[in-house]
């Protein structure tokens, strides 16, 4: 069993920056695939980036996010600059053992965190 704790959501206006952490408390997360989903009001999950041996993302925050891993921290890190009004929703983490490649779908992944919220004003 992994546990996965988001943080780092907020109310920012647009075009401002948040950084979201997902931790992976006692697990190291060199070994893990990791990834980003978010949720909006009355809108089904939708995939925003995930980290393998590359990092993938959604054609809607390409050139805006980063996500990147810290090892000794064994923690994931979203960077995302520029923020948009649409990109309002609940982020959650996501974990899975033994993926590579691009992987997209919400079945991929084994493990989930509780969600943080972001709000983007305009």
């Known amino acids: 069993q992994v546990q996965l704790v988001e943080s780092g959501g907020g109310l920012v206006q647009a075009g401002g920056s948040l950084r979201l952490s997902c931790a992976a408390p006692g697990r190291t997360v060199r070994s893990l695939y990791m990834g980003w989903f978010r949720q909006a009001p009355g809108k089904e999950r939708e995939f925003v980036s995930a980290?393998?041996?590359?990092?993938y993302y959604a054609d809607s925050v390409k050139g805006r996010a980063t996500i990147s891993k810290d090892n000794a921290k064994n923690t994931m890190y979203l960077q995302m600059n520029s923020l948009k009004p649409e990109d309002t929703a609940v982020y959650y983490c996501?974990?899975?053992?033994?993926?590579?490649?691009?992987?997209?779908?919400?079945?991929?992944?084994?493990?989930w965190g509780q969600g943080t919220q972001v709000t983007v004003s305009s």
């Open positions: 996501a974990a899975a053992a033994g993926l590579s490649g691009s992987n997209f779908y919400t079945t991929s992944y084994d493990y």
């Open positions: 980290i393998g041996s590359s990092g």
